[in-house]
């Protein structure tokens, strides 16, 4: 088999750059050839220049339009209340409305003071048949509601069937 030349000239090859894989002498490179020691060798290809113009240009078309839109927190159409239905009459449906209880206060903070009639809406808008029904407030457990009803959590479910264990606020369940 014949002896590797270096690329740069017809010697004899001494060593083959890591780099580059290119046979080489000892006047064309010490630890790499010649090639990959050039200044130009270190610049990245055109490829990946024009891609990380792309990139550059992507970015700063979403920072634009997230400046100039930025998102908004807060922007729910509030709770969803969910309807659950005495066993055997149907299944549960869940829409999202706005609370009433918030527009019995928007409506009374509109007037100035909190009155009767207010209160009596929201009462009226959160259990619909007193001592049979309740409506889930932020924090409610199903065994928190059952001990402050007198009963246990695998009644109320059983009351309510297909009930989401992570009760959600606004949800009205049935109660023994």
Do not use: K
């Amino acid at each position: 088999m014949a002896e590797p030349t270096c690329h740069y000239c017809n010697r004899p090859a001494e060593e083959e750059c890591p780099a580059c894989g290119r046979f080489y002498c000892g006047e064309h490179g010490e630890d790499v050839c010649i090639r990959c020691l050039a200044p130009e060798a270190a610049i990245p290809s055109a490829t990946v220049f024009r891609g990380s113009l792309v990139l550059l240009v992507i970015a700063s078309v979403v920072a634009l339009f997230l400046w100039i839109d930025p998102p908004r927190q807060g922007t729910d159409t509030g709770p969803v209340i969910a309807t659950v239905t005495a066993p055997g009459q149907g299944g549960a449906t869940a829409t999202p409305t706005p609370s009433a209880s918030a527009a019995a206060s928007a409506s009374s903070t509109a007037a100035g003071s909190a009155s009767p009639s207010a209160t009596a809406a929201t009462a009226s808008a959160t259990a619909t048949a007193p001592g049979n029904t309740y409506t889930v407030v932020a924090g409610d457990t199903l065994e928190t509601i059952a001990t402050a009803h007198n009963t246990t959590a695998e009644r109320i479910q059983a009351l309510n069937p297909g009930l989401n264990p992570n009760l959600l606020p606004g949800t009205v369940l049935v109660l023994p």
